[in-house]
């Protein structure tokens, strides 16, 4: 055996069996030292299987388990969405009170300072609050304009005679047109880009009789329609008539218009009114030559009949008023906005 030891071992003097200390034994040192590691290591890894199948392997339904994997399972989902839902919600803004508080500071800072203040700053400063207070505002409208729902309808009942059902039927045809008004005024002062003047002007792109003829064709018959549609049309006359001549006055009262040009300026505005119909005949209408062009504006086709002195005269007379006008609200720290246009009828 010590011959085979030291055939084996031919550095190391028998006897030498197992000593850990010996630098001759290191063959055996990790022999010794790798079977209960690889045993803890085995035992572990079995016990992480077993683990991991148990917990891949679905629970008996209406067991504890089952439960509770089905709570940890809404859990999560409930986790996820809350998750999703916080991404989604929108930061909160600002309060009316800090955006007005933002847009009047800049505003007080200039009067302080003596420096005049734009019109358009002190709408924008100032459209918060109108946002907010939009939904008194539209009450108010809506029973006025509901005022003047019933005064048409009273008027077109005592003329043309309209049953309980033909009454009815037109107050629920005016209500709705005055709720599709108050929603299109709601847009279109909602707008960021919104001016002041923009607002002023508004105002007359609404009419409360707009489409009242079409609805009343379904209504009426026979003579009472024929009666109708000739007083509506006689009130449309009226109405482009007296507008033309507003225009043509003021116009002469800035620049002597002769007599020619007087009718060119009346026919032109009597034929770009919202009220005109081609089938309209009545004096100083003229022929329809004298009309406006696609896109082009009252102010456009009005220079084109002016001579170039009252071109001239026009503009001066223009920018006198329009001082004045920004001298007037000078007295109040504003200042009239820089597209504002005193005369323009667009």
């Not at 916080?86 to 847009?103: F, H």
Request: aromatic share 6%.
């Amino acid at each position: 055996m010590e011959n085979a030891f030291s055939q084996i071992f031919p550095d190391c003097k028998p006897p030498v069996f197992v000593d850990l200390r010996n630098r001759c034994s290191p063959s055996y040192t990790v022999p010794l030292m790798r079977a209960p590691l690889f045993l803890i290591i085995g035992a572990i890894i079995g016990a992480a299987g077993a683990l991991l199948y148990q917990q891949s392997t679905p629970p008996v339904p209406g067991s504890p388990e089952a439960r509770n994997s089905e709570l940890e399972r809404e859990l999560i989902k409930t986790r996820v969405a809350l998750a999703a839902a916080e991404a989604r919600a929108p930061k909160p803004g600002l309060t009316t009170k800090e955006k007005l508080a933002n847009g009047a500071r800049t505003i007080v800072d200039d009067l302080k300072a003596g420096r005049t203040v734009d019109m358009n700053d002190v709408f924008r400063a100032a459209k918060p609050v109108i946002s907010d207070f939009s939904p008194l505002f539209e009450r108010i409208q809506r029973r006025d304009m509901r005022r003047h729902n019933e005064y048409i309808l009273g008027d077109l009942t005592r003329k043309y005679h309209l049953n309980a059902s033909q009454q009815e039927s037109l107050r629920t045809w005016l209500n709705n047109k005055t709720e599709e008004q108050i929603a299109a005024m709601r847009q279109f002062h909602q707008r960021d880009d919104a001016t002041l003047e923009d607002m002023m002007k508004s105002g007359r792109k609404f009419r409360s009789d707009d489409g009242l003829d079409g609805f009343m064709e379904t209504v009426l018959t026979g003579d009472e329609l024929g009666s109708f549609k000739t007083e509506r049309l006689n009130q449309r006359v009226e109405r482009v008539q007296t507008e033309a001549e507003q225009q043509v006055s003021r116009l002469n009262s800035m620049v002597q218009l002769d007599e020619k040009q007087q009718d060119q300026v009346f026919s032109l505005m009597a034929r770009s009114s919202p009220d005109f119909d081609p089938g309209m005949k009545f004096e100083g209408l003229g022929d329809d030559t004298t009309q406006l062009a696609a896109g082009q504006s009252r102010d456009d086709a009005i220079m084109e009949v002016l001579r170039p002195d009252q071109r001239a005269q026009y503009e001066h007379e223009r920018q006198v008023r329009r001082e004045t006008a920004q001298k007037e609200m000078s007295d109040f720290g504003l200042k009239v906005p820089d597209n504002w246009d005193m005369f323009g009828d667009n």
